[in-house]
């Protein structure tokens, strides 16, 4: 079983910037397209951007396309969500996982808090 462990979040300002990282234990993680969720407080969990396992395709939720960014980097067994010109309703815990219907055991998260 794959092991993914979310860290990068934190508190900013509207308007700020946060990169997250999603370490995979496994080089399988590399044969599979991947994505960002989020769950905010009372709220279900929720997908907010996907990439092709090669990182050529990707694709965003509507209310963060323009201002997120997924990559991966295979070789690191390690996916990014670069999130620019943040706002408070981003705040939520962000999980990564297998982008299709099956997943692998969710990790802890990481949170990030937006401020007004």
């Known amino acids: 079983q794959v092991q993914l462990v979310e860290s990068g979040g934190g508190s900013v300002q509207a308007g700020g910037s946060l990169r997250l990282s999603c370490a995979a234990s496994?080089?399988?993680?590399?044969?599979?397209?991947m994505g960002w969720f989020r769950q905010a407080p009372g709220k279900e969990r929720e997908f907010v951007a996907r990439?092709?396992?090669?990182?050529?395709?990707?694709y965003y939720a509507d209310s963060v396309k323009g201002r997120f960014t997924i990559s991966r980097d295979n070789a690191k067994n390690t996916l990014y969500l670069q999130m620019n010109s943040l706002k408070p309703e981003d705040t939520a815990v962000y999980y990564c996982?297998?982008?299709?219907?099956?997943?692998?055991?969710w990790g802890q998260g990481t949170q990030v808090t937006v401020s007004p």
């Open positions: 990439i092709s396992w090669s990182g050529r395709n990707t």
């Open positions: 996982n297998i982008a299709g219907g099956s997943k692998w055991s």
């Open positions: 496994e080089r399988t993680f590399s044969g599979y397209d």
